[in-house]
């Protein structure tokens, strides 16, 4: 009876440990506190409507989230960045997801924000309370328990390129280029960008992309380290099968390693040292003695 129950005791605080964890991730950024008022930037947004952002989630585990609105090379309205941030909480809540991919229709991937609508919200209020609502979903979407992908056709501009850097890695396309346009409108990047930007090609490297204006096409990509690899398809439906299969190489296990491996990754890469390693334990108990865990036992008893 007592091992029964210390061990029914064990799991509770494991599933427990799990859920604070996962909890943590989807925290926002900002709140009131910081004078950000989500309702209300949310209201503002839904006035400019157009284009849609689609999610389909395949029984391998794998999203595919797409931004739709080619007449505008993708760039995202008012309504679909409350559609990014509802796609992002259906994210959250799929417990069999294991990877995501992120593409724009008609061979172009995004260029940034409709120009409606950053004019409509030029005062500085409307655009701090935007940048926030931007920030708190690109946050969440790069700390989903997904292993994810920005396959970048055509351009990538502005928010756009800013939105590849919230993935864990990048593919391009032939042809395609990212480039940081936000000097040229006056501006530095305001949905987190520039920071994830440091955290992936250092700040020397950053400084010169944002200040230059730069275009990366997918050679200089590489080189910087800001893509994992030219595709050789051009063509849309060649490309996903492309990235779908590159993913497969990293997704090809039980949904729960696959989570929890992202899960230690985020930790490791945002957390102080300590705090990290108390997590990667926590993350490492839900896993131990897990269905997995105990079919690769009988499988095999050593690596070979």
């Known amino acids: ?53 689609s999610l389909s989630k395949e029984e391998d585990g794998i999203g595919i989230l797409t931004l739709n609105n080619p007449r505008l090379m993708n760039a995202f309205t008012g309504s679909m960045m409350i559609e990014l941030q509802e796609k992002v909480t259906e994210l959250e809540n799929w417990k069999d997801g294991k990877g995501l991919i992120i593409c724009g229709a008609g061979n172009t991937f995004c260029s940034g924000s409709d120009l409606n609508v950053v004019k409509a919200i030029s005062n500085s209020e409307d655009g701090m309370n935007m940048c926030m609502f931007m920030q708190n979903t690109l946050t969440r979407l790069m700390r989903l328990p997904l292993i994810s992908v920005a396959l970048v056709q055509g351009k990538a501009l502005g928010g756009g390129a800013e939105l590849t850097t919230a993935c864990d890695f990048r593919l391009m396309a032939p042809g395609s280029e990212i480039r940081f346009v936000h000097k040229q409108m006056g501006l ?60 497969g190489l990293y997704t090809d296990a039980p949904a729960s390693v696959i989570r929890a491996m992202k899960m230690v990754v985020t930790a490791g890469k945002e957390l102080p040292l300590e705090t990290a390693l108390r997590t990667e334990k926590d993350i490492f108990g839900t896993v131990w003695g897990g269905p997995a865990n105990l079919q690769a036992l009988l499988r095999r008893t050593k690596h070979r």
């Open 188 to 247: 530095v990047p305001g949905w987190g960008g520039a920071t994830r930007l440091v955290q992936l090609v250092g700040s020397r490297a950053a400084l010169r992309l944002l200040s230059g204006a730069l275009s990366i096409d997918p050679d200089r990509a590489l080189c910087l380290g800001l893509s994992e690899e030219t595709l050789v398809s051009a063509d849309e439906t060649g490309c996903l099968q492309e990235a779908r299969a590159w993913l």
């Open 1 to 53: 009876f007592f091992p029964e129950m210390a061990a029914c005791l064990w799991r509770n605080l494991l599933q427990t440990a799990k859920e604070r964890i996962v909890q943590q991730q989807r925290v926002s950024l900002y709140n009131s506190a910081h004078g950000y008022q989500e309702e209300l930037i949310k209201k503002k947004l839904q006035q400019f409507s157009g284009g849609s952002i």
